[in-house]
T-cell receptor, first 112, second 115 residues
Framework: DAKTTQPTSMDCAEGRAANLPCNHS???????VYWYRQIHSQGPQYIIH???NNETNEMASLIITEDRKSSTLILPHATLRDTAVYYC?????????????FGKGTRLSVIA | NAGVMQNPRHLVRRRGQEARLRCSPM?????VYWYRQLPEEGLKFMVY????????ESGMPKERFSAEFPKEGPSILRIQQVVRGDSAAYFC?????????????FGPGTRLTVT
């Protein structure tokens, strides 16, 4: 699976959009971009995933650049409960149900 | 729909004792994964199981650690003769059986403390 690079930490004001970037410049054509987050002391939580089109669900939006070398996770109206470590993970379609490889992620602090 | 369940949530063991951690996957899920998170570190994969089969145990220490997922009942992660370095949060995740990529859903974790 391709390597990802994320900023170590970010701050965001409550109520504003949180934009979390991820670089995956070596991504292959059959690799998806997945986002998970881990709120302090809890199990990781699946957020969203995409291949090349932008995706949106009830939690977030995922914007993938046309060349697919980077992506941005957007939390449209961040709340204090969104404070967590956010992980960007790239996985190949033909890898089946393979384990997730977690990097260091981005520690997002939402500030009142 | 019940999520992934893990018990106990907290476990305290003295050095040399055995620790047994249990994981019940989500309904309809037949793939189980165990991950370990040492204090102030990221999550590391340990073992991947399907019913009655170990698919990938490349992340599991060769000694003292074992895992099973029987035909009936929860998946068990067993640590024999625990040492202080085994103190960590152990997370279980489950996913569906079909082909392709499916997201993994995590349980709340078991926090093991070895005294």
């Amino acid at each position: 699976d391709a390597k990802t690079t994320q900023p170590t930490s970010m701050d965001c004001a409550e109520g504003r959009a949180a934009n979390l970037p991820c670089n995956h410049s070596t991504i292959s054509g059959n690799e998806y971009v997945y986002w998970y987050r881990q709120i302090h002391s809890q199990g990781p939580q699946y957020i969203i995933h995409g291949l090349k089109n932008n995706e949106t669900n009830e939690m977030a939006s995922l914007i993938i650049t046309e060349d697919r070398k980077s992506s941005t996770l957007i939390l449209p109206h961040a709340t204090l409960r969104d404070t967590a470590v956010y992980y960007c993970i790239v996985r190949a379609l033909n890898s089946g149900n393979t384990p997730l490889v977690f990097g260091k992620g981005t520690r997002l602090s939402v500030i009142a | 729909n019940a999520g992934v369940m893990q018990n106990p949530r907290h476990l305290v063991r003295r050095r040399g004792q055995e620790a047994r951690l249990r994981c019940s996957p989500m309904k309809g899920h037949s793939h189980v994964y165990w991950y370990r998170q040492l204090p102030e570190e990221g999550l590391k994969f340990m073992v991947y199981l399907q019913k009655e089969n170990i698919i990938d145990e490349s992340g599991m220490p060769k000694e003292r650690f074992s895992a099973e997922f029987p035909k009936e009942g929860p998946s068990i992660l067993r640590i024999q003769q625990v040492v202080r370095g085994d103190s960590a949060a152990y997370f279980c995740a489950s996913s569906r059986r079909d082909r392709g990529l499916y997201e993994q859903y995590f349980g709340p974790g078991t926090r093991l403390t070895v005294t």
